[in-house]
């Protein structure tokens, strides 16, 4: 008999595909009449799919009464409650690892075109504008001081990338680690001794609003601010205001606190540089996290150890 999944947001076309061919999937995400479904088919839900960034609202979760799994497609779970998991006994599965490499490779990508001002330099070409004028001065991006917020798997895979850039590196993390940077137990303490701060810590009541107004000051008005991690980290209207401010004088962000919302402040900045949460999003990255997705839950449902178990 076919296993019923929910799926609560659209993931890369191959693995709805490989989906469909495992399972009874039902999309949550396009249903007309969701109260509908679940009085009638909730008792049917075995697994559920999701993405790190949407993760599943509680009150979902607690009417799913034979919930076995909530596979990721994500390496993050703060969108999951994590304690109701442990609490009915259903498991939370991500996709770690797979992806280090890729939301590394876009901080990387977001220092450099805010620093050189890639997507100015861009515009002005396309509008004809080389001709005409100037683009202005960037900044140099190598031997700069670098400090990163959460020196876990990414944090350390963005490390590896700067070193390549004879960079000064410092972090700010839960503790000081063997790696050859210098600590700060604090993260005001980091933005007043970095030129570009990149969050790459997860997020957690802990973490919330953890980059405010205070460490955008000590940031200063050379500094900039990268956020590959997710947009809770950084109070916004904070960062709004110290960036029409010149409190800091630039940001990078694929995150944003209320997404697919981008505030139009922010927009309308040129010293920001916004892309909509594509860390991840390339073909090879999100094939690999497709096929632990799938690993995760056919380990479940044949009863054997899952492949990359958050509880
Ligand atoms: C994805 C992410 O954008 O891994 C995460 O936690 O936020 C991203 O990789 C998303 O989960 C895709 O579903």
């Not at 790696?179 to 997860?202: H, R």
């Not at 802990?206 to 955008?216: C, G, I, P, R, S």
């Not at 962000?253 to 594509?278: C, G, Q, T, Y």
Request: net charge neutral; aromatic share 6%; with cysteine.
């Amino acid at each position: 008999m076919s296993i019923d999944i929910l799926q609560l947001c659209p993931v890369m076309p191959a693995l709805e595909a490989d989906l469909a061919k495992r399972y009874t999937v039902h999309r949550w995400f396009e249903m007309k009449d969701q109260p509908g479904f679940l009085k009638f088919h909730a008792d049917k839900i075995r697994g559920v799919v999701t993405g790190g960034h949407v993760g599943i609202p509680t009150e979902l979760a607690v009417q799913l009464p034979n919930l076995e799994i909530i596979s990721i497609n994500g390496v993050g779970y703060d969108k999951i409650d994590l304690n109701e998991a442990r609490k009915r006994g259903y498991r939370v599965a991500n996709t770690p690892d797979v992806l280090t490499a890729d939301v590394a490779d876009l901080a990387l990508g977001l220092i450099i075109a805010l620093a050189r001002q890639l997507v100015l330099a861009d515009n002005h070409v396309r509008a004809g504008n080389w001709p005409k004028g100037e683009l202005g001065l960037g900044h140099r991006v190598s031997g700069r001081r670098y400090g990163i917020f959460g020196l876990g798997r990414i944090g350390q895979a963005i490390a590896k990338r700067l070193e390549a850039f004879d960079a000064k590196i410092a972090y700010s993390g839960r503790r000081k680690l063997d790696v050859p940077y210098t600590f700060y137990p604090d993260i005001n303490e980091l933005a007043a001794n970095c030129d570009v701060l990149v969050i790459a810590a997860a997020a957690s009541a802990e973490t919330k609003h953890v980059v405010n107004a205070d460490v955008l000051k000590a940031l200063g008005p050379n500094g900039s601010l990268i956020n590959i991690a997710r947009g809770s980290l950084v109070d916004e209207v904070a960062l709004i205001a110290a960036l029409q401010g010149g409190t800091i004088s630039r940001a990078g962000l694929d995150v944003f606190e209320d997404e697919p919302r981008v505030p139009d402040a922010l927009w309308a900045m040129k010293n920001v540089v916004v892309s909509p949460h594509i860390a991840s999003a390339t073909h090879e990255t999100r094939r690999a996290m497709a096929d632990l997705v799938l690993a995760n839950l056919e380990a479940q449902f044949s009863g054997k150890p899952l492949p990359a178990a958050v509880v």
